[in-house]
């Protein structure tokens, strides 16, 4: 074994998009790859410039939008832009984009529980409601917990007769240290990967 100092430890977790309510009642539509599940609450690990966080604290419904491997393109699209204007200085290489779901290539579709949109494309959605934020590390990120009040899944990815997602039809998208991954092969990498030509 070796001692080593990654820049960042995102070991292989999946990718989620965000939908939140700006103040002007439009959306923000954001991904990231820091979210656990425990139980039916889902603990969010946000950039605090980000615009997401920022709706949160306001405006705490969201929905959790669960791509597959095939949507990592569209994903890639949202990466470097920002919802917040001016763009945030700690986020130099973005760019400010307040249509994102177009940006992306993205459908909205109506939530039945909260107010911002789900993503059509994305074949598991989750609408919740942000119970707690806690400032994380040095304060550049935000921990937030999210209860979940409904799932929305692709019937293909439900075992039939049951109210449980089939995890041999469930293929999530994995970003797995700034590259993405299905649950097999190599599908790409971030704008921000550092390992792009190895």
Same mark, same amino acid.
């Given at each position: ?12 977790? &999946?990718?989620?998009?965000? +939908? #939140?309510?700006? &103040?002007?009642?439009? #959306?923000?539509?954001?991904?990231? +790859?820091? /979210? ?8 969010? *690990?946000?950039? !605090?410039?980000?615009? #997401? $966080?920022?709706?949160? @604290?306001?405006?705490? !419904? ?14 890639? @699209?949202?990466?470097?832009? #920002? ?18 779901? /177009? ?10 529980? %909260? ?8 074949? =598991?959605?989750?609408? /919740?409601?942000?119970?707690?934020? @806690?400032?994380? *590390?040095? *304060? ?16 293909? =990815?439900? %075992?039939?007769?049951? !109210?449980?997602?089939? &995890? $041999? ?12 991954? *299905? ?6 990498? +971030?704008?921000? +990967? ?5």
């Amino acid at each position: 074994m070796r001692t080593i100092h990654p820049k960042i430890l995102y070991f292989g977790t &999946p990718v989620v998009l965000l +939908s #939140t309510e700006n &103040p002007d009642g439009s #959306t923000n539509l954001a991904p990231m +790859s820091s /979210a656990w599940a425990l139980g039916h609450t889902i603990v969010l *690990g946000l950039g !605090e410039q980000g615009q #997401t $966080a920022r709706n949160l @604290r306001e405006r705490p !419904e969201l929905v959790i939008n669960l791509p597959g491997p095939g949507l990592w393109e569209a994903v890639e @699209r949202l990466a470097p832009l #920002t919802g917040r204007d001016p763009v945030p200085a700690g986020k130099p290489s973005h760019r400010f984009e307040p249509a994102k779901f /177009a940006a992306a290539g993205l459908t909205e579709l109506p939530a039945l529980k %909260v107010r911002p949109p789900r993503v059509a494309e994305c074949p =598991l959605q989750l609408e /919740a409601v942000a119970t707690e934020s @806690r400032p994380g *590390g040095d *304060g550049d990120f935000v921990i937030v917990e999210a209860q979940v009040l409904a799932v929305h899944a692709d019937p293909g =990815l439900v %075992v039939p007769g049951t !109210e449980h997602v089939d &995890p $041999a039809r469930w293929q999530p998208l994995i970003y797995n240290f700034r590259h993405y991954f *299905g649950l097999g092969e190599h599908l790409g990498h +971030s704008y921000r +990967s550092e390992t792009a030509t190895r």
